[in-house]
C-alpha cells in the first residue's frame, strides 16, 4: 500500500515538474535560435563591410604587385579585436600576401551568406567572408578575412544559464502546485484504495469510503458504496438460503432414497418376472422344439419334412425374439453381448424367409430372398442379431405392403471381393413395394417410437421401437443401417457390416453350351430371382407372365420352372402325350401344395422345386438338370435327414428330473435315442429320494420345480453323498431361466448345465463329457457299398486299383453317404477340388514370395480344408506343415522347402484324379 501511494503521488508530482520544465526548454530553445540568428546576420554584415573596405583600400597596390604597401595597408586590420587572419589571393589563386595566426582557410565558395551560418559559426568559433578586388571592372585578385566568434558562445552560455535558473524557480513552483493537487485528488483515491483493500481483506462489506468535496471523485466514492450494499444485501440472502439448504438437501436425500429404493424394488420385480415369464415361456416351448427336433430327424417325405423343418426354425425364431425382448434393458445400457461365430449368410436369409412366407402368401405377397453371387459361404457375425434386424426388416416390409412383393438380398458390397486381409463388408437389404416413406420423415424413422405418420400406429399397429432396436443392434455390430424411400413406390432399407471371410462364395456350375429355360412362376419376384439364378448358371431365362402364349417358347426351352397350374393347362395343349416332353420339367409349388404329387406320379414334372426358394435349392436342381438326374418319384419317398448321425453311449442309466409332463417325455425319448436308460422324477424331493436309494450315472435336473427345486435337490445330493462317501454323480442343469439364472448351478453344485429349449445334437454332446460313448449310430442311408453296388467289370478293376489312389476311398463314401438326391456328390467334390486347388497352391507360392508368414499359414490352411475334405490326406498334411511351420516363425528358407514337398504331393493328387472321378461314376452307373 505505501508504495502504491508513493507511486501515484511521484507521477503526479513529475507529471507538473515535466510540464514546466518542457515549457522552459521551448522557450529557452526559441531564444537561443533567435539570438543565434541575430548573431550570425551581423557578424556576416561585419565581415563583408570590413572585407570590401580593404579591398578597395588595397586595389592599386595589388595592381601594381606592391606587396610592401599592401602589407602596410593589412596592418590596420589588426586593430580589429576579432579578425585574426587576412590574405590576398591572385587570380590565378597564387598566395600574393596574408597576415595573422591562422594556418588554414577554406576557399570553397565566395559567397559570403553562405559560408557562414550560425549553427557553423557556434560549432567552428569561427567565420570567414572572401570578397573580389577589383580594378577597372575586372577582379584582379581576392581578399580573404578570418574572424572569431568566441562571443557568440559566450551569450548562447549565458542564455542557458539564465533559462537553468528560471527552470529551477519553475520547478520548485511546480512542486508546489503538485502538493497541492495530492491533497485534493490523489488522497482521496488513496483513501478509497484503502476501503478497497480492507474489504477484500477481511469480507466485512459493511465498511464504507468517506465522502469528499471533489465532485468526480464524490461520484467514484458514491458508485462504490453502492456496490457495496448491493454486495452486502446478496450476502445476506446467501446467508438465509445457506441456512436452509441443509435442510432443503436431507429432504431431498430422503427423497431420492425413497425414490432408489422404489427402482430397485421395481427393477428387482421386473427381473423376477422377467425370470418367470422365461421359465414359464420357455418350459413348453422346450416340449414343442425338442419334439419337433426328434420329428425333423426321422424318416419324413420332404414335404412333411419341411413342415418340421418349419416348425423348428419357427419355433427357434420365436425363442430369438423372447431372448430379444429379455435383452432389450441391455441394449439400452451399453451391454449387449454378441457373439462372433461362423455364419451363412444365405442360411439366414432363407431360415427369415421360411419364418415369414406363411404371412406373406396369405397377403397375396410375393416374398422372395436373393443371395448374390459373390457373398461368400461363411463369414464371422452374430447369427441371431442379424436374423433378429432381418426379421423386424421383413415384418415392417409385410406390414406396410398390401401388394407387390418383398424381396431379401444379401450380397458383399463392390471393391470387397476379393480382399486380400480377408474381410470385407456384408450388405443385407429388404426391398417392398409398400406405401414408402416421406423424405422429410425418412431422418426420424429409426428414433425410438418414431413413427413416419400419426396414424401407422392406428392403422398398421406397432410401437415404433423395431427400427430402434434394429440401429442398436446394427451399431453393436459396428455396421450402419439406412433407408431409400419414395411415398407410393416402396421402401428399401439396408444395413451392412463389417467382417472376416471365413469360406469364399460357393463354386457356381455353368452350362455346357446355349442353355435355354421357361419360368412360369405367380409373383412379380420370385421369377425374377430365379431368372438371376439361371443366368448365373449359364442358362438364358424367359419369364412367362400369367395367361401369356408360352407355346413358342418351350418348343427351344432345355428347363422349365413352373407352377402346377402350369403344367395342367400346357398338358392339355399337346397332342400325343408326354412323349414330346423334351425339356427338363421341375415344379415349383409352396409348402403343402399336393398338386405336384399326381403330376410326378403321372411322369408330367420330373422334380419338384419348394417355394420359398433357396439358393442352394435352386443351385442343386440346375445341377441335377445338367447330370440329367432328376429325382422323378423318389422326391416323393422317404428320405433321411442329412445330419441324423448322432452320439450314442453304451446303456448308462440317468435320472431326469422336472416337473413338466411334456418334458419328461421329451428327455425320456431323447435319453432313449442316445441309448441310454432313463428315470423320470416329477420334482426335486423324488429326484433326491431316488439318488438316495440307488447310484446313477448322471443326472439330469431341472432348476425350478415345485416342492424343492433342482439348486435345493443338488445340495442336499452332495451332502448325502459326502456323508455316506459316495463317488460324486455327475449332475447336468437343465434351466430355462436366462435372467439372474446363469450361474447359481455352479454354487449349488451341478457340473454342467443345459438351456431350455435344447435339441438332440446339443443333449448327447454335453453328456459325452461325462459319460463313455458307444458305437456311433448313424441313421442317414447307409454309405455306398461298392463292391455290391457296381456289377461290371470295369467298375471292379476300378475298386482294385482305388487303394493306391492319392484320394482316401473312406472319406469319399462318407461323401457318397451324405447326398440325398441324383446328384453324384463324390464326383462334383473332385471336380470342384480340381478346379479350386489350383488357385489355392498359385496363392501359397505368391505369398511364399512376399515372406508373409500369416498369409502363408491361411493360405495353406485353406488348400488343407479343401484336400481333407475330398480324401487327399496327403496333401492335407503337407498343408498342415506348412501352416504349422508358418505359425511358429519358421525361416524362409524351411517354409520354401515345405512348400516344393506340397506342391510335389499335389502333382500325384492331380495325375490321380481323373481315375478317382472315373471310379466313384462308373459306381453311380
Known amino acids: 500500500m505505501p508504495k502504491r501511494k508513493q507511486t501515484l503521488r511521484s507521477r503526479l508530482t513529475t507529471l507538473v515538474i515535466v510540464a514546466i520544465f518542457g515549457a522552459v526548454a521551448i522557450a529557452t530553445a526559441s531564444s537561443v535560435l533567435r539570438e543565434m540568428n541575430q548573431f550570425g546576420a551581423g557578424k556576416r554584415a561585419e565581415l563583408y563591410a570590413s572585407a570590401s573596405i580593404f579591398a578597395t583600400a588595397i586595389s592599386e597596390t595589388v595592381y601594381t604587385q606592391d606587396k610592401m604597401a599592401t602589407l602596410n595597408a593589412l596592418r590596420a586590420i589588426s586593430y580589429i579585436p576579432s579578425i585574426e587572419y587576412v590574405r590576398v589571393n591572385l587570380s590565378d589563386e597564387v598566395t600574393f600576401v596574408e597576415l595573422g595566426s591562422a594556418t588554414t582557410i577554406h576557399n570553397d565558395g565566395l559567397k559570403l551568406f553562405e559560408e557562414n551560418t550560425a549553427l557553423g559559426m557556434l560549432t567552428s568559433r569561427s ?128 427423497e431420492m432414497r425413497k425414490a432408489k429404493e422404489s427402482a430397485e424394488a421395481a427393477n428387482m420385480a421386473k427381473s423376477d418376472f422377467l425370470a418367470t415369464m422365461s421359465h414359464e415361456i420357455r418350459t413348453p416351448m422346450n416340449g414343442m422344439l425338442a419334439m419337433a427336433d426328434l420329428l425333423s430327424k426321422a424318416k419324413l417325405a420332404p414335404r412333411h419334412k419341411r413342415y418340421a423343418e418349419v416348425i423348428a426354425k419357427s419355433g427357434q425364431s420365436l425363442l430369438a425374439i423372447i431372448n430379444d425382448i429379455l435383452d432389450f434393458s441391455k441394449i439400452e445400457a451399453g ?41 461368400p459361404e461363411v463369414v464371422e457375425g452374430d447369427p441371431v442379431r442379424i436374423s433378429q434386424v432381418l426379421s423386424n426388416l421383413v415384418n415392417n416390409a409385410l406390414k406396410f405392403t398390401e401388394e407387390g412383393h418383398v424381396v431379401v438380398s444379401v450380397s458383399l458390397k463392390a471393391g470387397h471381393d476379393e480382399a486380400a486381409s480377408g474381410e470385407g463388408v456384408l450388405e443385407f437389404s429388404v426391398s417392398d413395394t409398400g406405401v414408402g416413406i416421406a423424405k422429410e420423415k425418412q431422418s426420424a424413422i429409426f428414433e425410438a417410437f418414431a413413427q413416419a405418420d400419426q396414424t401407422t400406429t392406428r392403422r398398421y399397429g406397432g410401437t415404433g421401437l423395431g427400427l430402434a432396436i434394429c440401429r442398436k443392434l446394427v451399431e453393436a455390430m459396428q455396421g450402419d443401417i439406412g433407408l431409400t424411400s419414395k411415398p407410393g413406390k416402396g421402401s428399401r432399407f439396408f444395413f451392412s457390416m463389417k467382417t472376416k471371410l471365413l469360406s469364399p462364395p460357393p463354386f457356381i456350375r455353368k452350362a455346357e453350351g446355349e442353355k435355354r429355360a421357361v419360368v412360369a412362376i405367380d409373383g412379380d419376384a420370385t421369377p425374377k430371382m430365379l431368372a438371376l439364378y439361371l443366368r448365373e448358371s449359364g442358362v438364358i431365362p424367359h419369364i412367362v407372365e400369367k395367361g401369356a402364349d408360352f407355346g413358342a417358347h418351350i418348343a427351344c426351352a432345355d428347363m422349365i420352372f413352373a407352377s402346377p397350374a402350369f403344367y395342367h393347362v400346357y398338358q392339355q395343349t399337346i397332342s400325343e402325350g408326354k412323349a414330346q416332353w423334351i425339356p427338363a420339367r421341375i415344379c415349383v409349388c409352396e409348402l403343402g401344395d399336393t398338386a405336384p404329387d399326381e403330376l410326378v406320379e403321372n411322369g408330367v414334372v420330373e422334380d419338384i422345386l419348394l417355394a420359398p426358394l433357396s439358393r442352394k435349392e435352386v ?158 449310430k448313424e441313421e442317414v442311408t447307409a454309405p455306398i457299398n461298392m463292391a455290391e453296388s457296381t456289377h461290371n467289370a470295369d467298375a471292379a478293376a476300378a475298386i482294385a486299383v ?51 508368414k500369416e498369409q502363408i499359414a491361411r493360405a495353406a490352411h485353406a488348400l488343407k480344408s479343401m484336400s481333407v475334405n475330398v480324401g487327399a490326406r496327403a496333401l492335407g498334411e503337407a498343408c498342415a506343415a506348412v501352416e504349422h511351420a508358418a505359425r511358429e516363425g519358421a525361416s524362409s528358407k524351411e517354409l520354401v522347402a515345405l512348400c516344393k514337398t506340397t506342391a510335389n504331393i499335389y502333382r500325384e493328387a492331380l495325375r490321380d484324379l481323373p481315375a478317382a472321378i472315373n471310379l466313384y461314376q462308373k459306381i453311380a452307373a
Open 127 to 254: 567565420a570567414t567572408a572572401t570578397v573580389p578586388i577589383i580594378r577597372g571592372g575586372e577582379t584582379i585578385a581576392y581578399l580573404t578575412l578570418h574572424a572569431n566568434t568566441n562571443s557568440l558562445s559566450e551569450r548562447i552560455g549565458q542564455l542557458l544559464y539564465d533559462a537553468f535558473v528560471a527552470a529551477a524557480f519553475a520547478g520548485g513552483i511546480g512542486i508546489l502546485i503538485a502538493l497541492k493537487m495530492q491533497r485534493t485528488i490523489t488522497q482521496p483515491i488513496l483513501s478509497l484504495s484503502k476501503v478497497m483493500s480492507r474489504v477484500r481483506e477481511s469480507g466485512d462489506f459493511s465498511m464504507r469510503a468517506k465522502q469528499v468535496e471533489d465532485e468526480e471523485i464524490s461520484q467514484l466514492v458514491d458508485t462504490f458504496n453502492t456496490m457495496l450494499d448491493h454486495i452486502q444485501e446478496r450476502d445476506s440472502k446467501l446467508l438465509t438460503h445457506q441456512r436452509t439448504l441443509e435442510k432443503t438437501v436431507d429432504v431431498r436425500t430422503q
Open 619 to 776: 443351385m442343386a436342381q440346375i445341377g441335377r438338370i445338367f447330370d440329367d438326374t432328376l429325382r422323378g418319384k423318389a422326391a416323393l419317398v422317404n428320405t433321411e435327414s442329412a445330419g441324423a448321425g448322432h452320439l450314442v453311449f453304451k446303456g448308462q442309466h440317468v435320472l431326469a428330473a422336472d416337473d413338466s409332463a411334456v418334458n419328461r417325455e421329451v428327455v425320456q425319448e431323447a435319453l432313449s435315442r442316445l441309448n441310454l436308460q432313463v428315470t423320470l422324477a416329477g420334482n426335486g424331493k423324488e429326484a433326491l429320494a431316488l439318488a438316495q436309494q440307488q447310484e446313477f450315472d448322471l443326472v439330469l435336473m431341472d432348476c425350478s420345480m415345485p416342492e424343492m427345486d433342482g439348486f435345493e435337490a443338488t445340495m442336499a445330493l452332495r451332502a448325502f453323498e459326502k456323508h455316506k462317501g459316495r463317488m460324486r454323480t455327475p449332475v447336468i442343469a437343465l434351466t430355462a431361466h436366462v435372467a439372474g439364472k446363469e450361474d447359481d448351478w455352479r454354487g449349488a453344485g451341478m457340473d454342467d448345465y443345459l438351456t431350455k429349449p435344447f435339441t438332440l445334437d446339443s443333449l448327447s454332446a454335453v453328456i459325452a463329457n461325462y459319460l463313455e460313448r458307444g458305437a456311433d
Open 335 to 375: 451391454r449387449l453381448d454378441l457373439e462372433t461365430i461362423a455364419v451363412r449368410p444365405a442360411d439366414i436369409l432363407d431360415d427369415v424367409v421360411s419364418l415369414f412366407w406363411e404371412r406373406a402368401a396369405s397377403s397375396n405377397i410375393d416374398l422372395a430372398a436373393y443371395v448374390a453371387a459373390n457373398t
Open 802 to 852: 482305388q487303394s493306391e489312389l492319392a484320394f482316401d476311398r473312406t472319406v469319399l463314401d462318407q461323401i457318397a453317404a451324405m447326398q440325398t438326391s441324383g446328384v453324384n456328390l463324390p464326383v462334383r467334390a473332385l471336380r470342384l477340388f480340381e478346379e479350386h486347388s489350383r488357385d489355392g497352391l498359385r496363392t501359397l507360392g505368391a505369398y511364399l514370395k512376399t515372406g508373409d
